[in-house]
């Protein structure tokens, strides 16, 4: 250092900085023994010999893989501090965290090291090769290694003369023309740019305070001593980085990075994705008939209207109304589906781009994080393997470890689940490595090793069948273990609660009176489980437990670890094979009486606070437990839509749902193929498709009620007058009502006083709540979810390319406390959290709600269909289940329709044709009353001899064949350009009339109960069927048959149309004057009904084979003898009565 330079700069690696970072974002204002105050470096201000004033900053720097703790024994005597805390104090691995309301946090350790058992590592000043304590003779003197290995000159000779020459740290030949560091430029960091060409973007701002308050940096060298320190200036010379835990770790102490640096920036021209239109051969052709079929419907409801069946005025009236409601309802089903796109991504610009291959060893990336939530409720219908297999293939997936952060929402706290999660920690530890190494697909292990394919395809290593056979064997045990927890912990709780029985007669001898000793459940260390006992006492059930969290696997480091050496007990070779393991956290919110914990939305909005505090990835993956990832690229390929020039208008990436166990048939439609590949992609064209409640990426700050960057308002008719805006600039009337919107983080140098108000009332507590970790992380987590500075937008801020490389903030105990007290049952009070805020409140399909409410505010959402499936997961395949689960959707649907989220009343930052998608959502459940209807309605007609029109006339039947040959090509276009095939189409046509005449108009009772009588709605969870073990049958739960009343509505009508049939063809036969074209009419319209109700017909039969003959020989006759009492009661002529009943007469 220059000796006149009027700044003097302290390196220390003291210990009393263990849990505060160098740039940490986040206050830690709750460790007293921190050495900053505020997040500000302290300023000491002392006089030289000569007069001259200097200013001394001290950089405390974190212990990281680089730069170790160093005991206070063998620091300098000026660096010497006195011992302070418990040292097991920031342990948290293997400690569970436990708190809520009206009690305070506690961590219960399972397992603790003793202070002997630590390792403490060797001071710098020393030689770092085992068994060596020699003293280096210089502590800056230049390492023979570039990696920086500390060795002493006599094992350096020795090394160097046995002939290989490596280096023992980083098994690396010795470089001898490594260049030596300048030891004056110590402390100093050099600046990368000159200063003519810096152009940055200024540090975010949050209520009129500059958040670079609350990052550590160090004072530039060319600011003059009086002039104030530009921050941003610092940014761009020493390519320093921000972020929660981000920090720039130097190396031996000097603040210079390696050199060259990873080429992040690499071929920036070139776009991570295409939109692709359909074909103009197919869609145009497609828009013609739609228009056709327009005209065709407007002249056959006129034809209708204007010629009534004077004989049957009832029946025709009928049939027009329920003709009119079906014309409309197609029309908003179609006018969606006006502009399809498919979408393609180009993952090797991804790789090439943020994870370059250049001057990058250490496979730096600068990819985003992403926080992936695991919902479950019951580990009874969620089965624990299935959710334990979904975790499995999140561990294993294609995306920087360090980067994930896996976390499970146990919402039923059970003790089950907890320990199934644990087994997976272990079995982890040979699963993914196994995956990386061979390159497996699928990566969740029931389905991998279920495959019926060859699995030697592709596969190249000689070791590759010796380590399957061996993972298998272990994958086994592995499902033994998990398949008998329920039974384990059942025993292992009844005998330590006849152990305590025993205990407490033996105290109540001593003492006297009676005691009562709760039955509680244990865990695996002798301790009672903090949440759902198998009694369900008080303070220990489904609905009041305590908030638990627990650190499964800590948070890996940013480099790889590979090992050098084969382990033997390793039980396959995990040579030059990463094996670190992402972050894994088992979370299970707090429960009470009295407070409305608001199902899978409550659970969703607890993952997004408490990970927000842990890990703040800046986009949230959400799974249901049954969910798992089939494509370990799935994470790659979201990303190119979020990370691509326009990136930052995308809430989220929807995926669409694909399932396995389905019967190979269909029967009840689970693939939904139609919903997923036609309307989706239709909507993709628009605004985007909908939320689904699985499968999707979203953007942080999104969930957070952020507005876009930049949006559209749609005016005029049908929203042709477009005005593009940023809402950056925007400034919000006083007298404005617009509930809908949060102003955007703004970090604009130049922002006035009021914009700082407007933006410090959007992150103030009533509407995040009161922790200050979160609210910090905020601004952090719209730093990482930003482009990068080449590919922004206009009015739009970009960040620069490698400020992510960088290593993750270590978890301390201070942030697990805070994330306990995020996940009380009391926190939502008076706070946005499910208004407007995260995951939406109020309806059964949370969903779709919150999916809206980001549209509203003038977001885009994007469909990314890959050729290998995403996920998968599975579906009630048996019909009761199936209509239950209809059954929830359609209630929910109802609710959106008479609450605020109806489409009705949308924002004008809302496409026209997005929101009658929307609108379509709510209204779709209240056809199935005109549907009931019009099922009946050719049984009426065939036993009253009437039909729907007066006579069939050449008009009505050529108008008649026009509507169907129109519907008919429509779908052939529709399967042609979404690659359906016909049997979807078919199946999918089937469960819409048999869902709109079973479990959709219950929605509508249930839905209005609700809104007129205020009657809450209960929530039934969907089973998740278990994988079939070997010689059970996949789909023995297809032919379970379970009573619901919802099958009421549909046999009724197949009972009525058989018995209208029979009774049609007998009153024609006995007619002196048949008027066989009403029977044909009727008959036809008997069977189409019919034909769609043939699934539902064939699941109340059960398994083929076991109905015996004589049920349908019954069901004949049953329609015969119905058929004529009918014609006896009403025969076809009334003066022909005696002449009837004497030809009906038996011998």
């Not at 992403?370 to 979904?390: G, Q, R, Y």
């Not at 993914?432 to 279920?450: A, G, L, T």
């Not at 903030?809 to 009380?824: G, M």
């Amino acid at each position: 250092m220059d000796p006149d330079s009027p700044v003097r700069i302290t390196v220390s690696s003291s210990g009393g900085l263990r849990n505060v970072p160098l740039s940490s974002p986040v206050r830690r204002s709750s460790i007293s023994n921190s050495p900053l105050s505020g997040g500000e470096l302290r300023r000491r201000s002392a006089v030289g010999s000569s007069g001259v004033e200097y200013v001394a900053y001290t950089v405390q720097i974190p212990p990281t893989p680089d730069h170790p703790l160093v005991s206070d024994s063998q620091t300098s005597p000026e660096c010497r501090r006195k011992p302070h805390g418990n040292p097991n104090e920031n342990r948290i691995k293997d400690t569970v965290f436990t708190g809520g309301f009206n009690s305070e946090t506690r961590a219960h350790a399972k397992r603790m090291k003793s202070v002997e058992e630590m390792v403490v590592p060797k001071s710098k000043l020393l030689c770092q090769v085992d068994g060596c304590d020699e003293k280096l003779l210089n502590k800056s003197s230049k390492p023979h290694c570039e990696c920086g290995f500390k060795i002493c000159d006599d094992c350096y000779v020795e090394y160097c003369s046995n002939g290989t020459g490596v280096c023992p740290g980083c098994k690396e030949p010795f470089h001898e023309s490594f260049e030596e560091e300048d030891d004056d430029d110590v402390g100093l960091m050099k600046p990368m740019m000159s200063e003519e060409k810096d152009t940055v973007n200024p540090l975010l701002r949050r209520g009129g305070v500059r958040l670079e308050n609350n990052f550590s940096l160090v004072r530039s060298f060319k600011a003059p001593p009086n002039q104030e320190f530009d921050h941003n200036r610092w940014l761009f010379e020493t390519n320093g980085t921000y972020g929660f835990g981000n920090a720039v770790w130097p190396r031996e102490g000097s603040y210079e990075y390696e050199n060259p640096r990873p080429m992040f920036n690499d071929r920036m021209n070139r776009p991570l994705t295409r939109k692709l239109g359909v074909s103009a051969a197919i869609i145009s052709p497609y828009r013609l008939l739609i228009v056709i079929r327009l005209a065709a419907l407007a002249l056959f409801l006129t034809w209708r209207i204007s010629h009534p069946n004077h004989d049957a005025v009832w029946l025709w009236l009928m049939s027009v109304i329920c003709e009119v409601w079906f014309a409309f309802s197609w029309l908003l089903d179609q006018l969606p589906k006006l502009c399809p796109v498919t979408r393609t991504t180009d993952l090797s610009v991804l790789k090439e781009r943020f994870e370059p291959t250049q001057n990058n060893p250490k496979n730096l990336s600068d990819l985003p994080g992403i926080d992936i939530f695991v919902s479950t409720a019951d580990a009874e219908k969620e089965p624990p393997l299935v959710t334990a297999n979904t975790i499995l293939s999140i561990l294993a997936v294609d995306y920087p470890v360090d980067k994930i952060a896996c976390y499970l929402s146990d919402d039923g706290g059970s003790l089950v689940t907890f320990e199934a999660l644990a087994e997976v920690a272990s079995f982890a530890r040979t699963w993914v490595p196994f995956c990386r190494k061979h390159e497996i697909e699928p990566r969740n292990p029931e389905s991998y090793f279920s495959q019926k394919g060859d699995p030697l395809k592709n596969k190249r290593r000689v070791d590759f069948v010796r380590e399957r056979r061996k993972v298998k064997r272990e994958y086994d045990e592995f499902k033994v273990r998990i398949n008998a927890l329920p039974e384990t912990i059942r025993r292992r709780s009844d005998a330590c609660n006849a152990r305590e029985e025993l205990l407490a007669k033996k105290k109540q001898l001593e003492i006297g009176g009676p005691m009562k000793v709760p039955k509680g459940t244990w865990m695996s260390d002798g301790n009672t489980w903090h949440g759902t006992w198998f009694s369900n006492e008080e303070d220990h059930s489904r609905g009041d437990h305590a908030g638990i969290i627990q650190l499964m696997l800590a948070p890996p480091g940013p480099e790889c670890a590979y090992k050098t050496e084969e382990d033997p007990e390793d039980l396959i070779d995990t040579r030059n094979v990463d094996t670190r393991l992402p972050m894994l956290v088992y979370v299970s919110r707090e429960k009470r009486p009295g407070f409305d914990h608001n199902k899978k939305a409550g659970a969703m909005n607890a993952l997004v606070r408490a990970s927000a505090i842990m890990s703040n990835g800046s986009f949230i993956l959400n799974l249901d437990c049954d969910h798992y990832i089939h494509n370990s690229l799935a994470l790659r390929e979201g990303m190119c839509f979020m990370l691509d020039r326009g990136g930052d208008r995308i809430c989220y990436v929807q995926f669409p749902q694909r399932f396995e166990g389905i019967d190979p048939s269909d029967r009840y439609a689970n693939h939904n193929t139609v919903f997923f590949d036609v309307s989706m992609r239709a909507l993709d064209g628009l605004q985007g498709p909908m939320y689904v409640g699985t499968g999707c990426i979203f953007r942080r700050i999104a969930l957070y009620g952020f507005s876009p960057p930049r949006a559209t308002e749609h005016h005029g008719w049908f929203g042709g007058k477009k005005i593009k805006f940023s809402l950056k600039r925007m400034k919000k009337s006083k007298g404005e009502d617009d509930t809908e919107m949060i102003l955007p983080i703004v970090d604009d140098q130049n922002n006035n006083e009021e914009g700082d108000d407007e933006l410090k009332q959007a992150l103030i507590p009533e509407r995040f709540g009161d922790s200050t970790y979160l609210i910090d992380s905020i601004a952090v987590a719209e730093f990482g979810g930003r482009l990068i500075h080449e590919l922004r937008g206009k009015d739009s801020h970009g960040r620069p390319s490698g400020s992510l490389a960088v290593q993750r903030e270590p978890i301390d105990r201070a942030a697990i406390e805070e994330a306990i007290k995020v996940v009380t049952c009391f926190y939502e009070d008076k706070t946005e959290w499910g208004k407007r805020v995260g995951w939406i409140y109020g309806s059964i399909t949370e969903d779709v709600v919150t999916g809206y409410r980001m549209h509203n505010r003038g977001w885009r959402s994007v469909y990314c269909v890959t050729k290998r499936d995403a996920f998968r997961g599975t579906a009630p395949i048996n019909l009761t289940d199936r209509l239950i689960q209809v059954l929830r959707w359609a209630t929910g649907s109802v609710e959106i329709f008479f609450s605020r989220n109806n489409a009705l009343f949308a924002s004008r930052r809302m496409k026209f044709l997005q929101r009658i998608a929307y609108f379509n959502v709510g209204m779709y459940p209240f056809t199935s009353i005109f549907l009931l209807a019009y099922c009946v309605l050719p049984a009426l007609s065939l036993f009253s001899g009437k039909f729907i029109v007066q006579s069939l006339n050449v008009t009505f039947l050529i108008l008649l064949l026009a509507i169907t040959v129109t519907l008919s090509m429509l779908a052939l276009l529709e399967i042609r350009w979404s690659k359906i095939t016909l049997h979807d189409w078919w199946r999918n046509e089937q469960f819409w009339l048999i869902g709109g005449t079973s479990a959709h108009p219950v929605a509508v009772i249930q839905g209005l109960l609700k809104v007129i009588a205020g009657i809450d709605i209960s929530f039934t969870l969907t089973s998740k069927p278990a994988a079939a073990d070997d010689g059970e049958d996949e789909f023995a739960e297809l032919y379970e048959f379970r009573f619901t009343m919802l099958m009421i509505p549909p046999v009724t009508i197949i009972l009525m149309n058989v018995a209208a049939i029979a009774v049609g063809v007998f009153r024609t036969v006995y007619s002196p004057f048949p008027e066989w074209s009403k029977l044909l009419g009727g008959v036809f319209f008997s069977f189409w009904v019919l034909s769609h109700l043939y699934p539902f017909a064939k699941g109340l039969m059960g398994r083929r084979g076991k109905i015996s003959t004589i049920v349908y020989l019954w069901s004949m006759l049953i329609c015969i003898v119905v058929s004529l009492i009918f014609l006896y009661v009403h025969p076809p002529d009334g003066s022909r009565r005696q002449s009837f009943m004497m030809r009906s007469q038996f011998p």
